[in-house]
């Protein structure tokens, strides 16, 4: 059984640069998440899918953060352009409507 | 404005004794809680959940008690383990397909 897979596990940049980050979640599920987890906020939810449409943004942080879900089983969350302050572990979760959450292994992002 | 509050960022228990990790939150309209448990280089996963018409749950040696009056939720683990050295996450939501709201975490160590 295939969990949330996120890519790439880790990611160096400089800032300026542009950061993508993906996400495949979990067969049959029908809602996506995008968290970030730092020291100072904890887990933080960016934004939310539901079957494929964007439901609620207002967590994502400024202009330069973007995410979209082309389909069902893909998701990308981009950022451009980075800075150090966007440094932090970001998941992604999926489940089937409302309730537990299976999160991905998350990518570490560290921008210098 | 922080909805879900874990007011101890960690937390040592002897292993064999009782580990108690604390939550608040503030929104009434919440009727879901859950504990999530996050290892180092990890996802989140699903630890115990509580519905709002319920005081306590039990799985093995995790319990969870609610408190509606308090907006107090707890978690205890007994006993305490190694292997539960974690960081543990609180996380509420209300029904109608809402996503989760975290609390920042407490890290738990279990000294052996």
């Known amino acids: 059984d295939a969990g949330v897979i996120q890519s790439p596990r880790h990611e160096v940049t400089e800032m300026g640069q542009e950061v993508t980050l993906r996400c495949k979640p979990i067969?049959?599920?029908?809602?996506l998440f995008w968290y970030r987890q730092t020291m100072m906020r904890g887990l933080e939810l960016l934004i939310y899918?539901?079957?494929?449409?964007?439901?609620?943004d207002s967590g994502m942080p400024e202009d330069r953060f973007s995410a979209k879900m082309p389909n069902a089983s893909f998701s990308t969350l981009k950022i451009q352009p980075s800075e150090p302050r966007d440094s932090a572990v970001y998941f992604c979760?999926?489940?089937?409507?409302?309730?537990?959450?299976?999160f991905g292994e998350g990518s570490r992002l560290t921008v210098l | 404005d922080q909805q879900v509050k874990q007011n101890s960022p960690s937390l040592s228990v002897q292993e064999g004794r009782i580990s108690i990790l604390n939550c608040d939150y503030t929104?009434?309209?919440?009727?879901?809680f859950l504990w999530y448990k996050k290892y180092p280089a990890e996802g989140p996963t699903f630890l115990i959940s509580?519905?709002?018409?319920?005081d306590k749950n039990e799985d093995g040696r995790f319990t969870v008690f609610l408190n509606k009056s308090a907006k107090h939720l707890s978690l205890h683990i007994v006993p305490s383990q190694p292997g539960d050295s974690a960081v543990y996450f609180c996380?509420?939501?209300?029904?109608?397909?809402?996503?989760?709201?975290f609390g920042k975490g407490t890290r738990l160590s279990v000294i052996a």
């Open positions: 979760a999926s489940s089937f409507s409302a309730g537990e959450l299976f």
């Open positions: 067969s049959g599920h029908n809602s």
């Open positions: 899918f539901n079957n494929n449409v964007p439901i609620d």
């Open positions: 929104n009434s309209m919440f009727d879901y």
């Open positions: 509580i519905s709002s018409i319920k």
């Open positions: 996380a509420a939501y209300f029904s109608g397909n809402t996503p989760l709201v």
